[in-house]
Structure formats: structure tokens, C-alpha cells
């Protein structure tokens, strides 16, 4: 476990691809099974053995496996609930390509009549039911760890590794002997999985939660409500909100509010 400020990041060492032909890597199946159900990627290449080289090996198996680690443009997520009872959508500000009506359509077609869609750029029908039958390329946040920053030439090896990485994709450099950069890895990792710490409080208490929900970034008070128990998103009324998105101390705000990072929430029901 990582701790990181207030919170703990877990961290799974998964065994190193290996060479089936030339320079060709192979990853086990269970660990891409692994891979899949993390929440992010963190790559960690020796900068004394050609890391571009290594990197484009890695990044070949993963994808050669459906997985990528540059965000995509457009990017559907199908999430499937126990008894929120309805088909709730939430998409990006770009305007997406099929309307609601059509999304709830296909998914009650394949007898899905609890989920929530998240639609990120200008998505077609055909996304949304790539995303159900789960015939998609998964993108993974990934944090590219150059590690040995202590052995000659890593220096060099660093900087044609910084212009190789690009994208979405973050990198940083550590040694692990002497702890260069290590001090930083938890902001990084924080940074690079693109989530957020919500507290909540009790109404007519006057302090937080000490312990955050960890959420993803552009979560809603309503998705928050749900995640907390389906009977709160049912009863939801309206929510005061403390921290960097309101605009004032207790602000009153609907469901659609999207919170930040260390934002308190105090949600209101019937």
C-alpha cells in the first residue's frame, strides 16, 4: 500500500511480459486479467537497457492484448447496477453522436434495465454496444516509471525516454537505490489516475468525515449518492457543498453538480 496524503494507493507487482519471438514480449493471459480490473498502469522500465526500446515492446503486447494506455477521444463505459432502476446516462460536453432515447433502447435490448453510461466525446450507437459486448480496446491511465537514474548514461536515457512518451501518458524518473524521485510517486499516481477525494458530512454536524470516497474526476453528486447506497440516490433532494467547487460556504446544488478533489458534500434527502 502506498500511502499517499490521506489516502492509500494499492500497488500489484505483476510479473515482467516475456519474449516469445525476437523482440516480440508476450503477457500471460492472467495477468492481462489483472490488468483489466486495475484501476491504472504502472510501467516501471530500466533506463540502462534502451527504455524507448522497451517501452515500444510493452505498449505492442498491451495492445496486441486490447489494451492502451493514450486516453482515447471517444470512450463509452457500460456500468452495470444491482437495483438503481433505470438506465442513467452521463456524457461529456461534446455532444454525442446517438441520442438517450436510442442508448436505453439498445441497452434494454440486451435486457440490461439497470446501468450507468458514461459517453466521453462524440460516441455512436455502435461505441455503446462495442462497450456492452465488451469488444473494446480498455485504455488505462499509466504512470511510466524510469527507474536506475543512478547508473551511467541514465541521464541521456531519460531524456530520449521523455520525448517518447506522449499523450495522456505521464512518466518520472527514480532510482531506487539512493530515492531519487520517489518521494513525489504518490502526487504522481494520484494525478495520473485522474480521481478525486470527496469527504461527506452529516447535516447539522459541523465536521467531515476524516476518510474521503476516493471518485473518479467528473463524478457527480448524484453518482456519488448512488455509490454511497441506492436508497440515497433514490431519496436524493439536494446537497450543500463546502470546497473548490462552490462558489460559496454551503452552497445548494442538484445532483448534476460535478465535485473536486477535497470537496465536502452534505447530501439532503425526504
Not at 1 to 28: N, S
Not at 92 to 121: F, H, M, Q
Request: charged share 25%.
Amino acid at each position: 500500500m502506498l500511502q499517499y496524503e490521506d489516502i492509500q494507493i494499492q500497488l500489484v507487482e505483476l510479473p515482467a511480459p516475456q519474449f516469445k519471438e525476437g523482440d516480440q514480449l508476450e503477457i500471460q493471459p492472467e495477468v492481462i486479467d489483472l490488468i483489466r480490473n486495475g484501476d491504472g498502469l504502472l510501467l516501471v522500465l530500466d533506463l540502462s537497457a534502451e527504455p524507448v526500446k522497451q517501452l515500444g515492446s510493452v505498449t505492442a503486447a498491451l495492445e496486441e492484448a486490447r489494451i492502451s494506455i493514450q486516453r482515447p477521444s471517444t470512450r463509452v463505459e457500460v456500468v452495470r447496477e444491482k437495483a438503481s432502476g433505470e438506465i442513467r446516462i452521463a456524457s461529456s460536453r461534446t455532444r454525442t453522436g446517438c441520442d438517450p432515447e436510442k442508448i436505453r433502447g439498445l441497452l434494454e435490448s440486451y435486457g440490461i434495465k439497470n446501468a450507468l453510461v458514461r459517453i466521453y466525446g462524440d460516441a455512436s450507437l455502435g461505441d455503446v454496444e462495442d462497450a456492452i459486448l465488451e469488444n473494446v480496446t480498455v485504455y488505462k491511465p499509466c504512470l511510466v516509471v524510469g527507474n536506475k537514474l543512478d547508473l551511467p548514461g541514465a541521464y541521456d536515457s531519460s531524456t530520449e525516454l521523455a520525448k517518447e512518451v506522449g499523450g495522456s501518458t505521464s512518466v518520472i524518473f527514480t532510482s531506487c537505490l539512493i530515492g531519487t524521485g520517489l518521494a513525489s510517486l504518490g502526487r504522481r499516481l494520484f494525478q495520473c489516475l485522474r480521481i478525486i477525494r470527496v469527504y461527506t458530512k452529516e447535516p447539522n454536524e459541523s465536521k467531515p468525515s476524516e476518510h474521503p470516497f476516493v471518485v473518479r474526476d467528473g463524478t457527480t453528486v448524484g453518482e456519488l449518492a448512488g455509490a454511497i447506497h441506492s436508497d440515497l440516490a433514490n431519496r436524493y433532494r439536494y446537497s450543500r457543498i463546502w470546497g473548490p467547487t462552490s462558489k460559496f460556504a454551503g452552497e445548494r446544488v442538484g445532483p448534476e453538480h460535478v465535485l473536486g478533489d477535497r470537496d465536502v458534500v452534505e447530501i439532503h434527502t425526504d
